[in-house]
């Protein structure tokens, strides 16, 4: 097999122009049905490429916010974890347990909670933007090879 030929039988939609390489019939933005023909003339390529290199833009975005959830919730978390020692109980300067009723303990479950959810959602909307960046680039690499197929300048 060359270097520019490849062995995916893409779908296309003419309303999103997008391309999908996973076996869908159906688009899932628009709903329309999706078509066998691949785009013959370059300006319509191009409007393929674009779009596709805006979708891969917007995951890195996506990923860039998604690391700022992350890098608050650890931040947040961090805090709540050092006012949990701030909320313990000492006599005699023996550590005898947490006081549940101090106002340092409350600030360290409210801290603990938040980071946890930042965390949590920080991770999520990654994982989600590193789909959406993979799906990008893999619309994109398939593009160039069949700009390079059919001998097409990229």
């Not at 076996?23 to 049905?33: D, F, K, L, R």
């Not at 690391?67 to 000492?90: Q, R, T």
């Not at 947490?98 to 965390?119: D, K």
Request: proline fraction near 5%; charge should be positive; glycine fraction near 6%.
């Amino acid at each position: 097999m060359k270097k520019c030929e490849s062995p995916i039988k893409p779908s296309f939609c003419e309303n999103d122009h997008e391309t999908f390489l996973h076996g869908e019939t159906v688009c899932p933005h628009c709903g329309a049905p999706l078509s066998m023909t691949p785009p013959q003339n370059e300006d319509e390529i191009s409007l393929y490429s674009r779009e596709a290199h805006n979708r891969d833009i917007d995951g890195y975005n996506r990923t860039q916010n998604a690391l700022c959830y992350l890098v608050i919730g650890g931040i947040i978390f961090v805090i709540g974890a050092l006012f949990v020692f701030l909320s313990l109980e000492k006599k005699y300067n023996k550590i005898v347990g947490i006081n549940p009723a101090s106002f340092p303990f409350v600030i360290a479950m409210l801290c603990l909670a938040t980071g946890l959810v930042l965390l949590t959602l920080g991770t999520i909307f990654l994982l989600k933007a590193r789909r959406i960046r993979s799906y990008a680039r893999q619309e994109i690499e398939w593009l160039a090879s069949y700009r390079c197929q059919n001998g097409k300048s990229s």
